[in-house]
Structure formats: structure tokens, C-alpha cells
Nanobody
Framework: QVQLVESGGGLVQAGGSLRLSCVAS????????MGWYRQAPGKQRELVAT???????NYADSVKGRFTISRDNTKNTVFLQMNSLKPEDTAVYYC??????????????WGQGTQVTVSS
């Protein structure tokens, strides 16, 4: 099992910055990809950014150039630095980790989410 705890959300004005953190605990040795997703009211959850254990990174087009994902494997932590925030970035942000279990496959784990609100 893997447990994920996010922190760093809050209220910020448009143009401001926030840094989200997600700490993984439990069977962290078998985690492959980690990432951030978000869900705005009335909308489906969407990918924001992902990072593999080897450092391969993927961003949603809407956040490219503004958000930066990083990972500290020694601390089992993934970060999301969010700059130039826009009101449309308002959402609950969820951390996701994918754990590989040899012979069984890949299992996703989600954090509880952290609210990010950007005022205009």
C-alpha cells in the first residue's frame, strides 16, 4: 500500500505562485510515476503534470511554461511549483502515484486533494 499526503494549497491572487508537495509513505520502493491532477467544480479530473522515477516529465498544454513538477526520490516527495496562476487554475489538486507490483501489474494511489483557489 501507498499513502499520499498533499499540502501547499490555498488562496492566491491571479499572477501569484503556490508550491504543492506530496509525500508518499508505505511501499514507496515500488513507485514508478508520480503526478498531479486537478478537478474543478462540474468538470472531470484532468492531468496537470507527471514525472517518472527516471525523471521523464509530461505537462498539460494549459500549464506548460507556468508549472514545474519535480521529485525527490530520497524523500518520496513530488512537488508542483505553480507560477503565473490564473483563475482557471482553481481546482482541487490531487497527487497520484503508480506502484508496480512484479507479476501483478500497476496500481494507482491517490491523495486526498488540496484546494487551490485563484482570485481575479
Amino acid at each position: 500500500q501507498v499513502q499520499l499526503v498533499e499540502s501547499g494549497g490555498g488562496l492566491v491572487q491571479a499572477g501569484g505562485s503556490l508550491r504543492l508537495s506530496c509525500v508518499a509513505s508505505g511501499s514507496t520502493f515500488s513507485i514508478n510515476n508520480m503526478g498531479w491532477y486537478r478537478q474543478a467544480p462540474g468538470k472531470q479530473r484532468e492531468l496537470v503534470a507527471t514525472i517518472s522515477s527516471g525523471g521523464d516529465i509530461n505537462y498539460a498544454d494549459s500549464v506548460k511554461g507556468r508549472f514545474t513538477i519535480s521529485r525527490d526520490n530520497t524523500k518520496n516527495t513530488v512537488f508542483l511549483q505553480m507560477n503565473s496562476l490564473k483563475p482557471e487554475d482553481t481546482a482541487v489538486y490531487y497527487c497520484k502515484a503508480i506502484r508496480r507490483v512484479a507479476g501483478f501489474g500497476f496500481y494507482p494511489y491517490w491523495g486526498q486533494g488540496t484546494q487551490v483557489t485563484v482570485s481575479s
